[in-house]
Nanobody, 122 residues
Framework: QLRLVESGGDSVQAGGSLRLSCVVGGYTYTKYCVAWFRQAPGKEREGVVH???????TYADAVKGRFTASRPNAKNTLILQMDNLKPDDTATYYC????????????????WGQGTQVTVSS
């Protein structure tokens, strides 16, 4: 079982930057995949970045070149550096993870954090 805690959400102006953090606790001594999703009011949840069990990273087209995911020395932490933020990036951002290979390959996740709010004003 994994426990996820996000932090770092805030209100910024367009063009600004934020750094989100997801701390993964629990059964972390085995491989797992992890991702960031976001959901804006009235919109469906969408994947932002996926990190597979081998630390390969894929980004949604909407954030390529602006967002960077990384796992610093503490492997149980996933950082999302968000630069050149746009009003369309306004959403609640969720961290998600899974331990199962098949689910990771399909970018499906069973463990979710509580979310952190990002608001970008124009």
């Amino acid at each position: 079982q994994l426990r996820l805690v996000e932090s770092g959400g805030d209100s910024v102006q367009a063009g600004g930057s934020l750094r989100l953090s997801c701390v993964v606790g629990g059964y972390t001594y085995t491989k797992y995949c992890v991702a960031w999703f976001r959901q804006a009011p009235g919109k469906e949840r969408e994947g932002v970045v996926h990190v597979d069990m081998d630390d390969n990273v894929t980004y949604a087209d909407a954030v390529k070149g602006r967002f960077t995911a990384s796992r610093p020395n503490a492997k149980n932490t996933l950082i999302l550096q968000m630069d050149n933020l746009k009003p369309d990036d306004t959403a609640t951002y969720y961290c998600a993870a899974d331990l199962r290979t098949a689910w990771c390959r399909s970018k499906s996740y069973v463990y979710w954090g509580q979310g952190t709010q990002v608001t970008v004003s124009s």
